[in-house]
């Protein structure tokens, strides 16, 4: 009897002790943080021109493979992280929207200093990171009018015959290895926005 007595007594010790320390744990865990999808200002903020250019040459590069076949996932092939072609596709428009935003200062930015913009956005190598269309879209943009006098100018008409010669022969090879170098996309705020985006406009649709 007093052996039955005791075995309760050591059962009740532990169940208290097993009890305490689930509180105790509970009251230690870090509260969960909530999610937050950044807004539109905010990305632009936070991404580049040419950052958000790099998304755009990814979208179309796995737009293009999938093809006629838009459920097919290419983006694990290329970046590591399931993206369809449909899913790219949706996410088109909206990138398009922030890098519109974003074409008047850098036209501006250009305007003001040819020289030093296409030195610190590198014109001579855009073929690298598929850049030269974006970059030859803000010189187009840019008014020759409002450039200082000179030398701006004569290199501003070189800026435009060169970009546009570039962006002309940038290859589906060029575009593909381009593409292969975003796996930043895959967990970015970029992409966040964009499919949070892409989501909100099929349900107006």
């Known amino acids: 009897m007093k052996l039955i007595v005791l075995i309760a007594a050591l059962v009740g010790m532990v169940g208290c002790s097993s009890s305490d320390k689930k509180v105790d744990a509970s009251k230690s865990a870090p509260v969960a943080l909530m999610s937050h999808t950044l807004?539109?200002?905010?990305?632009?903020?936070?991404?580049?021109?040419?950052?958000?250019?790099?998304?755009?040459?990814?979208?179309?590069?796995?737009?293009?493979?999938?093809?006629?076949?838009?459920?097919?996932?290419k983006g694990s092939d290329l970046i590591?992280?399931?993206?369809?072609?449909?899913?790219?596709?949706?996410?088109?428009?909206?990138?398009?929207?922030?890098?519109?935003?974003?074409?008047k200062n850098e036209t501006d930015a250009y305007t003001a200093d040819p020289k030093n913009y296409a030195n610190e956005k590198g014109f001579e190598t855009c073929f690298s990171n598929c850049a030269c269309g974006v970059l030859g879209d803000v010189v187009d943009a840019a008014s020759e009018s409002a450039m200082p006098a000179g030398a701006a100018t004569r290199l501003h008409s070189r800026n435009k015959q060169r970009l546009s010669l570039k962006?002309?022969?940038?290859?589906?090879?060029?575009?593909?290895?381009?593409?292969?170098?975003q796996a930043w996309f895959c967990t970015s705020d970029l992409k966040a926005y964009l499919e949070k985006e892409a989501k909100e406009n099929a349900a107006e649709n």
């Open 167 to 181: 962006a002309k022969h940038q290859t589906a090879a060029e575009s593909l290895a381009c593409a292969r170098k």
């Open 80 to 103: 590591g992280c399931p993206l369809t072609g449909k899913q790219a596709g949706t996410m088109t428009m909206p990138l398009k929207a922030l890098i519109d935003g974003q074409m």
């Open 39 to 73: 807004s539109a200002s905010e990305v632009s903020a936070k991404y580049s021109i040419l950052e958000l250019n790099s998304a755009a040459n990814l979208l179309k590069v796995i737009v293009d493979q999938a093809g006629s076949k838009p459920s097919t996932d």
